[in-house]
T-cell receptor, first 111, second 115 residues
Framework: DQQVKQNSPSLSVQEGRISILNCDYTNSMFDYFLWYKKYPAEGPTFLISISSIKDKNEDGRFTVFLNKSAKHLSLHIVPSQPGDSAVYFC??????????FGDGTTLTVKP | GAGVSQSPSNKVTEKGKDVELRCDPISGHTALYWYRQRLGQGLEFLIY????????KSGLPSDRFSAERTGESVSTLTIQRTQQEDSAVYLC?????????????FGDGTRLSIL
């Protein structure tokens, strides 16, 4: 059973608009959540994270929201830029540090 | 560079052969992880090391897969008697320590194709 789910395989938005990527999890032992960005033929790179004791973390154009009761988090990118086009992975950590990844959402930002 | 380095970047081999994939983590990173990504799918955890020990091998798909790490540095993932379903990108990542809030730094992966 998949513990971290990204139900939208792809998302397309216009440059300058907001991109919202969603992630759901089932394991209540997850205490830390991370988003990674991946370009083709490269490894994922860390983007932003949030602890389960918070409900929001912001870093420039990127904001992650956590709704712990719903076991749901989302990544907001505003304004979206063409260079943001990539695959975005949601990951959840237990206190052992092991990460469980979702299947990714491919974001396309159109100029 | 100072990032995670993986070699080879691409490997094509015949079914039944053994392959060895190498990962050089960021210097000083004590935690090292191996993942597999099949085409169109997410990252599948294989194994992680804390130092030279592997506390969690739960993701290794079969006994054909093994991994070791020496000197708290380089790691090798070995696949014996390769099968076509082993075709995937194998990603290695490292982090300073294992821990709840440690982001992982990934290499660019080894693309393995089994003919």
């Amino acid at each position: 059973d998949q513990q971290v789910k990204q139900n939208s395989p792809s998302l397309s938005v216009q440059e300058g608009r907001i991109s919202i990527l969603n992630c759901d999890y089932t394991n209540s032992m997850f205490d830390y959540f991370l988003w990674y960005k991946k370009y083709p033929a490269e490894g994922p790179t860390f983007l932003i994270s949030i602890s389960s004791i918070k409900d929001k973390n912001e870093d420039g154009r990127f904001t992650v929201f956590l709704n712990k009761s719903a076991k749901h988090l989302s990544l907001h990118i505003v304004p979206s830029q063409p260079g943001d086009s990539a695959v975005y992975f949601c990951a959840a950590n237990t206190n052992a540090g092991k990460s469980t990844f979702g299947d990714g959402t491919t974001l396309t930002v159109k100029p | 560079g100072a990032g995670v380095s993986q070699s080879p970047s691409n490997k094509v081999t015949e079914k039944g052969k053994d392959v060895e994939l190498r990962c050089d983590p960021i210097s000083g990173h004590t935690a090292l992880y191996w993942y597999r990504q099949r085409l169109g799918q997410g990252l599948e955890f294989l194994i992680y090391f804390q130092g030279n020990s592997a506390p969690d091998k739960s993701g290794l798909p079969s006994d054909r897969f093994s991994a070791e790490r020496t000197g708290e540095s380089v790691s090798t993932l070995t696949i014996q008697r390769t099968q076509q379903e082993d075709s995937a990108v194998y990603l290695c990542a490292s982090s300073l320590v294992t821990g709840l809030n440690q982001p992982q730094h990934f290499g660019d992966g080894t693309r393995l194709s089994i003919l």
